[in-house]
């Protein structure tokens, strides 16, 4: 297989603020925790080839002994192979051989803002069961899904202020399986795509994997910037534009009526489609969001991406898009080259979730709503100079920083089995180092195992010593 070189620059960049001068930590250590945490979390992908030590010396002003060391811990650690004159190319331990983040706790997973399975799972698998006898005489490839499945969907969207009809909803294995074929679809290599800043790190991902060139609107401190969005989609021309108003990942803010309808104004007049993420929707606190962007302006071009991987349970996989009847058309055609369909089980277990979601729904926002506000005791307790705002909805805080520390801040925690979300995931060209996302969906002892020991590594990585309390939540 050949191996995508990666550039320096865009090395240094994903990189960010990982040296800590004070650190006693030597700097060819701190250089390899850096490395070793892009590779773990899917930032150096598997195969890429690094710069040569020469290169990287220069690029990141340090020796070249200081690379030579560092490079070769990964290699003993066996996260980079070496042949000569080929440079360093990125690979994977042996999970016997060299402990990883995927066999730590998942209790001390705070990368991921997901929960659990409920009991309504299980319920929703033994139904789906029952009811896939009717359907085994047939072939179980259909590449638009169940039409109960789809009714069910419609009928959702049509509750929320958007009448939708079953041909305008189109079952796929998960929202972002569903952004990816909208992608094939509309856009082609190095066209652009406008994105809110920060915005969903798998976003990012899947529009520069159809090799388009993702363009930032920076988020203002609260709400969105409606005046720089439509600047930027004057200035730029993209093909189309990915938001998530409910609920944003990482952030957790809501967009609100005004802004929703500026947006949709702003595509109709330009003739922008909008890619719209309502993942999060279900899960809001106090009020539930708006009604969906799509129905602020008939004229405008919006696809909606919805799933089941937040509000119900990841591991069912299942997402929808709902547009109008001839775009989904254009999907079906352009699913061809992609997948059959979608698993009829997980079709079936959707279905009956989505029929009874008031019945567990509201329980389930409330247990978020308890664990958001304990988890807002242990930051404020143990981390009072990290800020944040309050989640609207959501399953995160998106945490400031006093300074640009994520980076050394979560290769510290990786060398403890603690994996963090930098903000960096969430940005383009390695921005955010100054925050963390921190996910206040684990129940609340687990994550105050976690933090506490955070605590004595953000303490040191500050020249404070650490003094570490149990807290009273």
């Known amino acids: 297989m050949s191996a995508r070189r990666f550039g320096s620059q865009s090395l240094v960049r994903l990189l960010g603020n990982w040296q800590h001068p004070g650190s006693r930590t030597p700097l060819w250590r701190q250089l390899a925790d850096a490395l070793r945490m892009l590779i773990l979390d899917g930032r150096l992908a ?18 070249r002994t200081t690379i030579g060391s560092a490079l070769g811990l990964l290699r003993e650690e066996g996260y980079l192979e070496s042949r000569h004159g080929s440079g ?109 800043h920060p915005t969903y790190a798998l976003a990012i991902a899947a529009i520069q994997g159809a090799l388009c060139r993702p363009v930032g609107v920076s988020l203002p401190e609260t709400g969105w910037d409606t005046d720089g969005f439509a600047a930027t989609i004057a200035q730029t021309a993209p093909r189309l534009a990915y938001l998530m108003p409910d609920f944003h990942n990482p952030t957790g803010r809501c967009m609100d009526v005004r802004t929703r309808q500026a947006i949709a104004d702003v595509a109709a007049q330009t003739r922008t489609a909008l890619v719209v993420d309502e993942t999060m929707v279900d899960l809001w606190f106090d009020a539930p969001p708006p009604p969906p962007l799509a129905s602020f302006n008939p004229e405008a071009t919006v696809i909606t991406l919805g799933s089941t991987g937040k509000s119900f349970w990841g591991g069912l996989r299942l997402g929808w898009i709902r547009a109008s009847s001839r775009t989904i058309a ?48 242990l930051l404020r307790e143990h981390f009072p100079d990290w800020t944040f705002h309050e989640a609207e909805g959501g399953l995160s805080y998106w945490i400031a920083l006093p300074g640009m520390q994520a980076t050394q801040l ?62 009273v939540v």
């Open 46 to 63: 598997l195969h890429t080839r690094l710069p040569g030590e020469r290169e990287l010396a220069a690029a990141l002003e340090v020796s």
């Open 330 to 377: 254009m999907l079906v055609q352009t699913r061809d080259a992609m997948d059959l369909g979608s698993p009829l089980l997980e079709q079936l277990a959707t279905q009956w979730l989505i029929e009874h979601a008031n019945e567990f729904l509201p329980a389930r926002r409330n247990m978020l709503a308890e664990r958001r506000n304990r988890c807002r005791a």
């Open 88 to 196: 360093s190319r990125v690979i994977l331990p042996d999970s016997h051989a060299v402990p990883t983040l995927s066999t730590a706790s998942a209790a001390l997973d705070l990368s991921t803002a997901a929960l659990g399975a409920g009991p309504e799972i299980h319920q929703a698998y033994s139904h789906a069961l029952t009811a896939l006898a009717q359907h085994l005489t047939l072939t179980g490839y259909d590449q638009l899904g169940l039409p109960a499945l789809r009714q069910a969907i419609a009928d959702r969207y049509a509750a929320r202020g958007l009448p939708t009809r079953a041909d305008e909803v189109m079952v796929v294995n998960g929202a972002v399986s569903g952004f990816a074929l909208v992608l094939r679809m509309m856009t082609g290599p190095g066209d652009r795509v406008v994105v809110d």
């Open 410 to 471: 979560a290769a510290r925690a990786e060398t403890i089995g603690i994996n963090l979300g930098t903000g960096t995931r969430f940005g383009l060209s390695g921005a955010f180092d100054r925050y963390l996302r921190m996910p206040f969906s684990l129940p609340p002892e687990e994550l105050e195992q976690a933090l506490l020991k955070i605590k004595p590594l953000w303490l040191a990585l500050n020249n404070a010593g650490p003094t570490i309390r149990r807290s």
